[in-house]
């Protein structure tokens, strides 16, 4: 595993730039993924666009104002607070040991932030000056769908996260009574429905607003939404935050987190050996650990059906041998199933089945209707090997996740029905 930018630095290469701890591995994917989500936008924006389905808008704008005290302002603050954190971080020695509790604290670099701060100031006051004119005149332009997927993408960002992190917190509510801020602040903790959710009302309202077509927006962002999450479980799968699968009682790992099959009560005996962690709020309860034993074909290495995920970004599991680094050195004693790799591939194909069929589909919110089915479908599947937190108190004891599947699906149905019968009478 690689938590950080720096442990595969190190790992592949031999390089070690301790200010490389502050890029973690899982942001730097969910990046990626924002990125791809946003270029598959564009394409069907502009697509649609060409078709006449999508049209522009025309917005006033006044051209040779000289910058606003208010945009110097804005760009000041953006220049300190990088300075002051990022820049921060990279220079103090004691920040990269846990950058992001850096990063949340009071702690700073004042000077850096002052000069980037200044900096950016300066740099928006000169594009601004360059374009200044005697006389400051108002202008008509058109703003085409495509050229809002910049504001789009930042608008997703936000609500994004802002619903992962409510969702997550309704379900471990526990914890979040415990350490409200911790949980609120900490960048652990996603939970991928509620950013979902959240961020789709959020995007919905900002476009229907500027007159961006709703079902041409679902459609268009289809194909996008499948990457982005296919990306984004590589991120999972290569920082191993947790986001894994049950045990796989068929397999042990050694000291050094090798994966070897198990002799008969070998995992029960490794289990309560290890029942400080099994114990833990992972499991939740010691009696009721999920587990299935399978064998991988032969066809397929170990590690694809049970692994270990040493040096795992939560630290979470036993202590590795041989581990020399101040943090990151744990193991899972008895392998899970690597469930972020399967969505990977799952969503890699589900991508390209919606990618052929954006053409074919005719009728408007009907390819959205498709990934909504083929995404809750999928979903609900890989939750029967997932750990997750059940609700108890309702029948069958289903997570979270089951019932916004379900309720993924179902919408899916509803939605391709009707839109369907729309485009027949139409």
């Given at each position: 595993?690689?938590?950080?930018?720096y442990?595969?630095?190190k790992e592949?290469?031999g390089?070690e730039w301790g200010w490389?701890?502050?890029i973690n591995?899982f942001?730097?994917?969910v990046a990626?993924?924002f990125?791809a989500?946003?270029?598959?936008?564009?394409?069907?924006?502009?697509?649609?666009?060409k078709q006449?389905?999508?049209?522009y808008?025309?917005?006033?704008v006044?051209?040779?104002?000289?910058a606003?005290?208010?945009?110097?302002?804005v760009?000041?603050?953006v220049g300190?607070?990088?300075?002051?954190k990022?820049?921060?971080a990279?220079?103090?020695?004691d920040?990269l040991k846990?950058?992001?509790s850096?990063i949340?604290?009071?702690?700073g670099?004042?000077?850096?932030?002052?000069?980037?701060g200044?900096?950016m100031?300066?740099?928006?006051w000169?594009?601004?000056n360059?374009?200044?004119?005697?006389k400051p005149?108002?202008r008509?332009i058109?703003?085409?769908?495509?050229d809002r997927?910049?504001?789009i993408t930042?608008?997703a960002?936000l609500?994004?996260f802002l619903?992962?992190?409510?969702f997550?917190?309704?379900?471990?509510?526990?914890?979040?009574?415990?350490?409200?801020l911790?949980?609120?602040?900490?960048f652990?903790?996603?939970?991928?429905?509620?950013g979902?959710?959240?961020a789709g009302?959020?995007?919905?309202?900002?476009c229907i607003?500027r007159?961006?077509g709703?079902?041409?927006?679902?459609?268009?962002?289809?194909?996008g939404l499948?990457?982005?999450y296919a990306?984004?479980?590589?991120?999972?799968?290569?920082a191993g935050?947790?986001?894994w699968g049950i045990l796989?009682?068929?397999?042990?790992?050694?000291?050094?987190?090798?994966?070897?099959l198990?002799?008969?009560?070998e995992?029960?005996l490794?289990?309560?050996?290890?029942?400080?962690?099994?114990g833990s709020?992972?499991?939740h309860?010691?009696?009721?650990?999920?587990?299935?034993?399978?064998k991988?074909?032969?066809?397929?290495p170990?590690?694809?059906?049970?692994?270990?995920?040493p040096?795992?970004?939560n630290?979470q599991?036993i202590?590795?041998?041989?581990?020399?680094?101040e943090?990151?050195?744990?193991y899972?004693?008895?392998p899970?199933?690597?469930t972020p790799l399967?969505e990977?591939?799952m969503g890699t194909?589900l991508?390209?089945?919606?990618?052929?069929?954006?053409?074919k589909?005719k009728?408007?919110?009907?390819l959205?209707?498709?990934?909504l089915?083929?995404?809750g479908i999928e979903?609900?599947?890989?939750?029967?090997?997932?750990?997750?937190?059940?609700?108890?108190?309702?029948?069958?004891?289903p997570?979270?996740?089951e019932l916004?599947?379900?309720?993924?699906?179902i919408t899916?149905i509803i939605?391709?029905?009707v839109y369907?019968?729309?485009?027949q009478?139409q």
């Open positions: 595993m690689y938590p950080n930018l442990s595969f630095l592949v290469f390089i490389t701890r502050i591995s942001g730097f994917f990626l993924s990125i989500a946003a270029y598959t936008l564009i394409l069907e924006f502009k697509r649609k666009e006449g389905l999508l049209g808008k025309e917005v006033e006044e051209v040779g104002k000289p606003s005290p208010g945009e110097l302002l760009n000041f603050l300190f607070v990088f300075g002051y990022i820049i921060g990279i220079t103090a020695s920040a846990d950058p992001q850096y949340f604290s009071s702690q670099n004042a000077l850096w932030g002052l000069i980037l200044v900096l100031a300066g740099v928006r000169y594009e601004k360059k374009q200044k004119t005697a005149e108002k008509m058109r703003i085409w769908p495509h997927v910049g504001d930042i608008v960002a609500y994004g619903g992962a992190k409510i997550h917190n309704l379900e471990n509510w526990g914890d979040f009574v415990k350490d409200p911790g949980s609120l602040t900490s652990s903790g996603l939970t991928f429905y509620g979902l959710i959240v009302f959020g995007v919905s309202f900002y607003k007159g961006i709703f079902r041409h927006l679902i459609d268009a962002a289809a194909p499948m990457l982005a990306i984004g479980r590589i991120g999972c799968q290569v935050d947790g986001d796989n009682s068929a397999y042990l790992a050694d000291s050094t987190a090798k994966v070897r198990a002799a008969p009560n995992i029960d490794t289990i309560a050996t290890n029942s400080t962690f099994y709020k992972e499991f309860e010691f009696e009721r650990i999920p587990m299935k034993s399978f991988a074909p032969s066809f397929l170990a590690w694809t059906v049970a692994y270990s995920y040096h795992n970004v630290s599991g202590p590795l041998a041989g581990c020399k680094e943090e990151h050195c744990s899972l004693p008895v899970v199933f690597p399967y990977t591939v194909i991508f390209f089945i919606l990618w052929g069929l954006r053409k589909l009728a408007p919110g009907t959205f209707a498709v990934y089915i083929v995404n979903r609900f599947f890989i939750e029967q090997i997932r750990v997750n937190t059940k609700y108890h108190y309702l029948p069958f004891e997570t979270q996740a916004i599947s379900l309720g993924l699906i899916g939605m391709w029905i369907s019968r729309k485009k009478i």
